[in-house]
């Protein structure tokens, strides 16, 4: 088991068995459902199209699997927008706001049990194979997150364990004592920007790649050089990524939340309503 001590030394350390398996099970009931109506809504036919109270978690991760690649096929946007439900729904909030992932984390940031801590970009990432859209290079979360902050990252599996062939996480041990490397910004068309740790910088340590068993979290420091494999599977990977940062800490000043509607706006809506009506 890593300890605090692991943790200062090499930059991570991976907690075991913290997210109990039946919060894994209740989300895949929550992406079964979801996957199953934008089927539906979007007249999208699949073949055996399973009823929520016939499937069994883990035995029908495969048919998820298809579903979702399904929608990936028809809409791209469409997987996007699941994506971003699953964020909000309890059941991912109940894994977020885990008292043994807190304390981890404050233990990791020397913080007291009242001290507060906020959760910055925790969300579920649905890799399908061989999609590299989102793949990252080689990088630090440092210039991924509200500037000027003091946090500790996170990632775990989620509802699938995390193996080479599906391109779990990779990282260089100690890399975090370099500090902010030198890196540079790359915005690529058509896919998530980059902003890349320089090769030589990256050469100077050992590559680990570090798959995980559905329970346990990966806890990092915001300066270890990391990125995910390939997804060279037939599988989709689900993993957590997140942020817990130090509101304790003197330059911390939270964001704005801004949210952009895919459809109409409130004022089309009311407009929309009230001009009908007349």
């Avoid at 929520?52 to 699997?65: A, V």
């Avoid at 260089?172 to 915005?187: F, L, R």
């Avoid at 990092?220 to 599977?233: C, E, I, V, Y």
């Amino acid at each position: 088991m890593h300890t605090l001590e692991y943790f200062k030394k090499n930059g991570f350390m991976v907690k075991k068995n913290l997210v109990p398996i039946n919060l894994h099970e209740e989300l895949f009931y929550v992406f079964y459902d979801l996957s199953k109506n934008y089927l539906k809504k979007n007249k999208i036919k699949i073949k055996n199209l399973k009823k929520i109270e016939n499937t069994k978690y883990p035995q029908d991760l495969k048919y998820l699997d298809y579903m979702l690649i399904s929608l990936l096929n028809f809409n791209k946007n469409l997987v996007g927008e699941i994506y971003d439900i699953i964020s909000y729904t309890s059941s991912f909030l109940k894994i977020v706001s885990l008292d043994k992932v807190e304390n981890e984390v404050k233990k990791i940031l020397s913080l007291k049990n009242l001290n507060s801590i906020y959760s910055w970009k925790h969300r579920v990432r649905i890799d399908p194979p061989n999609d590299v859209r989102r793949t990252y290079g080689w990088h630090q979360e440092i210039f991924y997150t509200i500037p000027e902050t003091r946090f500790v990252q996170t990632w775990c599996p989620i509802i699938r364990d995390t193996t080479k062939n599906n391109g779990t996480l990779e990282i260089c041990p100690k890399s975090h004592k370099e500090g902010i490397a030198k890196q540079t910004w790359k915005e690529i068309k058509g896919r998530a920007t980059q902003i890349l740790v320089d090769n030589e910088v990256v050469n100077k340590y050992k590559k680990f790649t570090l798959p995980m068993k559905v329970g346990d979290i990966l806890f990092f420091d915001p300066h270890l050089f990391h990125r995910s494999g390939t997804n060279l599977s037939n599988e989709v990977r689900f993993s957590m990524v997140g942020m817990w940062n130090d509101c304790t800490f003197k330059k911390f000043t939270v964001p704005k939340p801004h949210f952009q509607y895919r459809t109409i706006s409130e004022k089309q809506y009311y407009n929309h309503y009230f001009n009908n009506l007349l």
